[in-house]
């Protein structure tokens, strides 16, 4: 019989498959988060819902390992108990057509482990993704994607810009409650540090609201996650959370930086005076002026996306 | 063997591959039509791999420069575009076209002229599609095509409007092959064929074809919109004045339910290759029904899962995320199901077989990725991350192509009369769920430590240095997927012309299929078929219309 010698490979590679499978999770959690490609688990934010992501992870992990078990060892039950070759010569399977009991034992099961999972994600859902709104934070930075980099404004009026392979952090303290707006001036652009919390897309048209909390100093990297373009891939971005100390110097050597710059700031439109045309848009981003309304609400008209909006605030 | 129900087949028909082509472009026949259609999909697998290779070569170290980043960009939404639309889709389609008139004793589909017209739009299609290479530049927003990077004002180029026109057209020919269908199954059963005896494959076919009738005109829709917006100066989605989320819910009002038109057929072919191998009848026969309208229903009220990023209110995120969980439910039916026909039998672990099992071990895993992902605040962290690749992969191949295979091997015997090369079948499994996983499993991990998808290259140089060798593994798995396919190929082409002549029911079938010759002639059944059972080879055996299943020549033998 050709049983035989495929069974023996069934038996050899699906372990071997599991065994992979294991070697590497071992392997990522010896490389303790360090960039081995391995990490079989969500990272552990390093803030509150960055973190109860991470919590929300591992317990939708318990149902769901224990199903993955459950069902591929039925699997490997069937494959080697029932094979014909194993089976009597004049064995006749049962002829069973269904068994009501049964089926309404696996509709009712995983209905009840969803309705947990459901619940638990609800509840991270309602305290986590409203916080942003309602809040008042303790930093509003207002944050513009655009192809391909991002600019940064701080409430203080100045604004960081980012752009390439090797990008400028955005810089924040820890401990405060950190409220970014995200707001897009071309494509739809999405900001993601993996090692904060979750991510959200800067949609051109509206503000989407995400936050931070960051417990220690430190330095992530993340990226756009949306595809935006050719320079997609050089989005890059870089989160530094600094101690109050450190962040009051950055706060100070950006504002003189921009006072040095003379009154055309990098981050603003040349003034009104200078505009070559009536029709040039008021490019600044509306985070320029510290005291505009920091609701979530869509932004005001006229946000051109002329190339001169894009070249003052890159350059 | 001579066939008790079939005479000798008109000479004409007796070999179906080598026929003039003049037939080929003019035949109305569900089962030339049904071969090409399945020969397109096949073609098209493969040119969507070989982009698919090229990608991960592009990927397999940091920093690689292979090709140049706007390429990589019309690579990436080629092979999504090619992958999901012109090849699983049209695969099944094929298949459904060739097996769905013989499954229930009809002599041809409803409209042979709408298949025939459905059929041909599709080479168009891709055509089309492909045109985009030659006329400066592909499509290169992905298979998705968001605005505003789709909008004329990002993307000026013509391979936009290829792209929707294209899949315009894929969708007139999806609602054409969607009617038939129905009007078929509805109208043209043999006499005896109840619903409730309709083989599970065809209620497969059923609810695809009512999934892709709701879902097809939405697409087509938005992407009509989104013409107007390149071509007439709407700003349907446009940001100056637009919304470009709506865009994103038409475009997943059809693309989520399109993954369920991708894999209910792969699921039908399941139920009807299980209970041929275990010798069972399939377990739960009404619940397997119901979980398929469960399915239909559910994903159809889940499409913006797929924007949990987009800024919803959490409540319309609450009732996407735990309709999604519930998907699980009636998935989980029919995995249990599964499990429960095979349960007990006696299973002959032929190359089909092993497909459906290979099916069973890595869909499962998709599945449950699944329920992570629709999880609102976990997939904040997952979406559009590797992690999503894997996931998607796991139940588009790990589903669909796992069943396709199956199907493909479980039914060449009917196609073209003859027994694929049994070891070159084993060789191809094999290799293919090898590489599969090899390729695909730690792309979760990947996902999970922050590798966004649709990069055309990691920088490395802060943390994700260990990712080269994680890519580089992922690459070379990836080629033994490609020589598996190609095992895989060479088998049918050299099967089709001297594989061993395969009798009329070389497995011991259950359904009518085999109750006709291989290949069927060119009406399908010299007599219409009787049916009393959802298993009418069985009565026939039982009535000796049939050689009982004991003097079999079964395929095992025929390697």
């Known amino acids: 019989m050709r049983g035989q010698p495929w069974l023996r490979r069934a038996l050899i590679s699906l372990p071997l498959v599991a065994l992979l499978g294991m070697t590497l999770a071992t392997a990522a959690s010896a490389a303790e988060g360090g960039g081995s490609g391995l990490s079989p688990i969500v990272p552990k934010g390093n803030s509150p819902n960055g973190r109860h992501i991470y919590d929300l992870y591992l317990g939708i992990s318990i149902p769901a390992i224990l199903i993955f078990l459950l069902v591929e060892g039925l699997l490997l039950t069937v494959i080697i108990r029932f094979r014909r070759s194993r089976q009597p010569k004049d064995y006749q399977p049962p002829q069973w057509h269904g068994h009501r009991l049964l089926e309404i034992g696996w509709t009712a099961g995983p209905l009840l482990i969803v309705f947990f999972i459901g619940l638990f994600s609800f509840i991270t859902l309602q305290r986590d993704y409203t916080a942003a709104a309602s809040d008042n934070p303790d930093v509003d930075i207002h944050v513009v994607g655009h192809q391909y980099g991002w600019d940064y404004t701080y409430p203080e009026g100045f604004t960081v810009s980012s752009e390439g392979l090797q990008p400028t952090p955005l810089v924040i303290p820890t401990g405060k409650l950190v409220r970014l707006r995200l707001d897009s001036k071309d494509v739809i652009h999405g900001f993601w540090v993996p090692d904060l919390a979750g991510k959200a897309d800067l949609v051109p048209g509206y503000q989407n609201l995400m936050w931070f909390k960051v417990d220690r100093p430190g330095e992530w990297r993340g990226e756009c996650t949306e595809l935006c373009g050719q320079g997609h891939y050089t989005m890059q971005i870089r989160v530094k959370a600094v101690s109050d100390a450190d962040y009051e110097a950055f706060k100070r050597t950006s504002l003189e930086a921009k006072a040095k710059a003379g009154a055309p700031s990098p981050s603003t439109a040349p003034s009104p005076s200078a505009a070559p045309s009536p029709s040039a848009a008021p490019s600044g981003s509306p985070g320029a002026s510290p005291g505009a309304g920091a609701s979530p609400s869509p932004r005001p008209s006229g946000t051109g996306y002329s190339p001169t909006g894009q070249g003052a605030s890159s350059s | ?559």
């Not at chain 2, 009393?532 to 000796?544: C, E, K, V």
């Not at chain 2, 219309?545 to 095992?556: G, I, K, N, Y």
Request: proline share 6%; with cysteine.
């Open chain 2, 1 to 559: 063997m001579a066939s008790v129900l079939a005479p000798p087949r008109p000479k004409s028909y007796d070999d179906t591959f080598f026929k003039p082509i003049s037939l080929w472009l003019t035949t109305t026949d569900h089962k030339l039509i049904g071969i090409m259609y399945m020969t397109t999909g096949m073609l098209a697998f493969v040119l969507g791999g070989i982009l698919a290779l090229v990608m991960r070569i592009q990927l397999a170290q940091p920093n690689l420069k292979v090709i140049d980043a706007e390429t990589y960009n019309q690579l990436l939404s080629a092979h999504g575009t090619t992958m999901i639309f012109f090849f699983v889709t049209i695969f099944m389609t094929g298949v459904a076209n060739y097996m769905v008139p013989i499954l229930i004793g009809a002599r041809d589909m409803a409209f042979p002229r709408v298949n025939l017209l459905g059929f041909w739009l599709i080479p168009m299609s891709i055509a089309i599609y492909y045109a985009g290479f030659f006329t400066g530049g592909a499509m290169d927003a992905g298979w998705t095509g968001y605005p505003p990077l789709s909008t004329k004002q990002f993307n000026p180029g013509l391979g936009v409007d290829l792209w929707a026109f294209s899949l315009i057209l894929w969708c007139v020919s999806g609602i054409m092959a969607s009617v038939n269908f129905l009007t078929t199954i509805v109208a043209l059963r043999a006499p005896g064929m109840k619903f409730s005896r309709l083989p599970l494959f065809v209620w497969a076919q059923i609810s695809t074809s009512i999934l892709l009738l709701a879902v097809g005109a939405p697409l087509a829709a938005a992407l009509f919109l989104l013409e107007l917006d390149r071509q007439a100066g709407t700003t349907f989605f446009a940001s100056n004045g637009g919304r470009p989320v709506l865009f994103q819910h038409l475009f997943w009002f059809f693309g989520h339910p399109e993954v369920y038109i991708l894999i209910l057929p792969g699921f039908g072919m399941v139920s009807e290759i299980v209970p041929v191998f275990a010798r069972k009848p399939i377990f739960g026969y009404t619940s397997m029904v119901a979980a398929l309208f469960g399915i239909v229903f559910l994903s159809m009220a889940v499409w913006a899962h797929h924007m949990f990023t987009v800024g919803m209110n959490i409540y319309v995120e609450t009732w996407f995320m735990v309709m999604t969980m519930l998907i699980a439910v009636p998935t989980g039916i029919k995995f249990f199901n599964w499990i429960a026909t095979a349960w007990g039998g006696s299973i002959d672990f032929q190359v089909p077989m092993k497909y459906v099992f290979g099916f069973m071990a890595t869909f499962l895993i998709g599945g449950i990725t699944g329920v992570y992902l629709s999880s609102v605040p976990v997939d904040t962290q997952l979406h559009q991350s590797y992690y999503v690749v894997a996931h998607f992969h796991y139940v588009m191949v790990g589903g669909s192509v796992f069943t396709l295979l199956a199907g493909t091997q479980y039914w060449f015997p009917k196609i073209t009369g003859r027994m694929l090369n049994k070891t070159l079948g084993e060789w191809s499994f094999w290799l293919f769920f090898v590489g599969f996983n090899g390729t695909f499993l730690v792309m979760h991990t990947l996902g999970l430590e922050g590798m966004a998808r649709r990069i055309y290259s990691y920088p490395g140089g802060f943390g994700e240095e260990g990712w080269g060798a994680t890519n580089m593994f992922i690459t070379v798995f990836s080629f033994v997927i490609a020589a598996s396919v190609l095992v895989f190929i060479y088998n049918l082409v050299v099967s089709w012309k001297h594989g061993p002549p395969a009798g009329d029911d070389p497995w011991g079938g259950n359904t009518l299929e085999w109750a006709t010759t291989s290949p069927p002639p060119p009406y399908n059944f010299d007599k219409v078929p009787v049916v009393r059972s959802n298993m009418p080879l069985r009565d026939m055996r039982a009535d000796g219309l049939r050689p009982p299943l004991e003097h079999q020549a079964l395929a095992s033998h025929n390697s």
